[in-house]
């Protein structure tokens, strides 16, 4: 019985010993979402080969760009790209990486282009279009659309929606208040006063019923109302009449404040049914099957992108940048050689480049808001026959005026106007090859699609773009696409299990802290082993006045928290010069008075009798200790190195204090990019740490037997 408890106390002691190291593990290979989990869970979808993902479409462009440069941002314009045939679809979940990936919009009804004239005659019907465009159905739509349900404030968004219905009823119910205070004086018939009084009471008791029956819109599922509870809330409120039909002095305040309220708000409603009714009426095509697309490989992707590049290939700086840096970061490449050839042709320093690059962007932006052929003009002729165009065009505009005034100011720089037109040119061959670059690299292969789907691409994991041919994709934002499935191979949910690990590896230069850590925890290990062995060699076989006394004030730093020696030890580094270099990281901990008093211990436990045979035989003391001495201590010397040498692998206060730079850094601190100041990356984090212990645990399985074997044999008494 008595080992039967202490095997039961082992094992829940190794157990809660074990729990922190295997938590760590499972969420290194956890989602985003399923780090926050609760309860929490002990396994992940990434374990599974299947994975429904939850999904919303959106209306209008989107932008994916990240982490671009400078350099590329200053040649960033509106998009020329034709974005009225891209399908937007964004992942309202985990972003995914590969997989085969099902969006089902079999039987989902659409259409081609709607028929013109049938819209403008629908379109006479109603009177509440004023400030959306009419220039197509489809773009009438869009907008339409993006106002109530999609855009980035839309009208019908759940919560605000209501609260400022309410805050509409609340005003009536005000003036109706204000409007019983003046019964007495304004209405002069005591049977009108009290006919009015009687039905302001009873809009009033309408009005708050309203309240209590309109209050569960408050909450739902979805942040945007659906169609079906904006006709509900339509319903509601039409069954209320709020005219009146007798006539006072009181009665055009009224229907100010109340019936103007509920009218406005019935005929914005209205307008958005009317809509979607048609909208949908006109949709009489049915797809027949779903979009079915698969990852590729980085080799199936890079192929695509020279193909894609070939059509480019009359640019020659694009030529020499991929021949000196290849594919990679091409956009960043391609943008840097441009400055370069600009600077070197026109003889300009980098900082007025930036200057008139910002400014050629801002010009860009307003020719392509509005509609200015500026390519067509300037492959005919120069910079100032566009001018003479954007003068008649663009009179009234403010940008544009601006963009004269401080064209103006650079008149000392040669070839101002054909600098410019290389600029815009450049600036749309850097936008076409970003495209082109972004489109190749997020591509998926399509298996199967309706006709009119020309591509898939999947953009970070997190935007799902469609681009259709011939087809609008207004005409699929209204089927209920929430969810998209992906089926996963074997290799392909053997790689989702260690993505975490790759975005980690990729997140910050772990190859670099990898090497400086390495380097660190290898020399200071080295060093400290020599110098504590010949120290310890000192205290314990040689003797010499106040030898105990030396000893002992030794032992007594000991008691110094190492806190209180940063800021010394800080400046001595400082006034050396050694703030940001390896001598700053290894220097300081190559003494150690633990790793000192460890071996001197042992060292007093080796015989007599041998030192007093290795005199007789001539030894030295150096000798005595490295041929005699150091190999009797393997185990304590082995200890005390894998103790320094773990110590000196998870130093961080030190190491982020005394580095600047992702040069000299080391694992440690490298784990705090996953860390700031709107939150922590966990399931990253703990990746990054998990291949950052791990050559720590394989150094400790190798030498457990010489670490446990020192410990028992220190000699402590």
């Known amino acids: 019985m008595k080992k039967l408890i202490i095997y039961l106390l082992l094992s829940f002691g190794f157990v809660i010993m074990i729990l922190p190291f295997a938590w760590m593990l499972v969420t290194s290979f956890k989602l985003p979402s399923e780090v926050q989990e609760w309860p929490p869970q002990w396994y992940s979808k990434n374990f599974f080969t299947h994975r429904d993902v939850k999904v919303y479409v959106k209306l209008g462009a989107v932008r994916t760009v990240k982490g671009i440069s400078l350099s590329e941002a200053l040649s960033f314009t509106s998009s020329t790209q034709d974005v009225n045939n891209i399908l937007n679809i964004i992942v309202n979940d985990d972003p995914f990486n590969r997989g085969t990936l099902n969006i089902n919009i079999e039987g989902f009804d659409y259409i081609d282009h709607a028929d013109r004239d049938e819209f403008y005659k629908w379109l006479e019907t109603q009177n509440n279009f004023a400030h959306f465009t009419t220039e197509s159905p489809e773009k009438f739509f869009e ?19 209501v609260n400022n219905l309410f805050g509409r009823f609340d005003g009536a119910i005000q003036g109706i208040e204000l409007i019983k205070k003046f019964i007495d004086r304004r209405i002069s018939s005591e049977e009108e006063k009290q006919k009015f009084s009687e039905f302001l009471v009873a809009k009033e008791k309408e009005i708050n019923d309203m309240k209590e029956k309109l209050l569960k819109f408050k909450s739902g599922k979805y942040l945007i109302l659906l169609d079906e509870e904006i006709q509900e809330i339509y319903d509601i409120l039409s069954k209320h009449n709020f005219e009146y039909d007798g006539e006072n002095e009181l009665k055009s305040v009224y229907n100010l404040k109340v019936v103007k309220v509920f009218e406005d708000e019935l005929i914005k409603i209205k307008f958005y049914i009317d809509t979607l009714e048609f909208f949908k009426s006109i949709q009489t095509k049915t797809i027949s099957k779903p979009i079915i697309a698969k990852s590729i490989s980085q080799k199936e ?88 165009v954007t003068d008649d065009l663009l009179y009234t505009s403010s940008t544009y005026k601006i963009f004269k005034s401080k064209l103006n100011t650079y008149n000392d720089v040669n070839n101002l106007h054909e600098l410019i037109k290389d600029l815009i040119i450049y600036s749309d061959y850097v936008n076409e090859i970003r495209r082109v670059y972004n489109n190749s690299l997020n591509a998926w292969k399509i298996v199967s ?18 681009e259709l041919e011939n087809v609008s994709p207004i005409y699929l934002s209204d089927n209920d696409i929430n969810k998209v499935t992906l089926d996963f191979s074997l290799g392909e949910t053997f790689a989702n299990i260690f993505q975490n690990y790759v975005d980690a590896w990729k997140s910050a230069p772990f190859g670099r802290y990898y090497i400086n850590t390495v380097l660190v925890a290898s020399l200071t290990t080295i060093l400290e082993v020599i110098i504590a062995s010949m120290a310890a060699y000192a205290f314990s076989w040689m003797n010499f006045p106040g030898r105990n006394l030396l000893f002992g004030l030794f032992l007594a730093t000991m008691m110094v928290p190492g806190e209180v020696l940063l800021v010394p030890n800080f400046i001595t580094i400082s006034k050396f010069g050694w703030i940001d270099t390896y001598y700053a990281l290894i220097v300081p901990w190559v003494v150690s008075v633990f790793a000192i008093f460890l071996m001197r211990q042992h060292f007093l436990t080796i015989p007599k009798e041998l030192f007093d045979a290795s005199k007789i035989d001539g030894c030295s003391h150096w000798r005595f200790l490295w041929q005699i001495v150091v190999p009797l201590s393997k185990p304590v010397i082995i200890t005390g190195a894998l103790l320094k040498f773990v110590g000196s692998w998870n130093s961080f206060l030190w190491v982020l204090i005394v580095t600047n ?57």
């Open 143 to 161: 907008e339409v659309f993006m106002y109530y349900k999609s855009g980035p404030n839309p009208y019908f968004q759940r919560l605000n929606y």
């Open 301 to 388: 992707k890079l192929k695509l992108l020279k193909d894609a590049l070939a059509g480019y290939s009359n640019i020659e700086i694009l030529n020499e940048v991929i021949e000196k840096n290849g594919y990679d970061n091409l956009p960043e490449n391609f943008s840097k050689a441009i400055d370069e050839y600009l600077k070197e042709k026109y003889n300009i320093s980098s900082s007025i480049l930036t200057d008139l690059k910002s400014l050629t962007v801002t010009f860009k932006n307003v020719l392509i808001d509005n509609n200015v052929d500026y390519k067509n003009i300037l492959q005919k002729g120069s910079l100032d026959d566009l001018l003479v």
């Open 449 to 466: 699609a309706p006709d009119f789907v020309k591509a898939v691409r999947v953009k970070s994991g997190e935007v799902i773009e469609i």
């Open 661 to 717: 730079s992702d040069k000299y850094r080391t694992l440690p601190v490298g784990l705090q990019n996953f860390s700031s100041d709107v939150g922590t990356l966990y399931n990253q984090l703990m990746a990054a740490a998990t291949f950052s212990i791990l050559p720590v645990i394989i150094l400790f399985l190798f030498t457990q037997q010489y670490f446990i074997r020192g410990i028992a044999r220190t000699g402590l008494k």
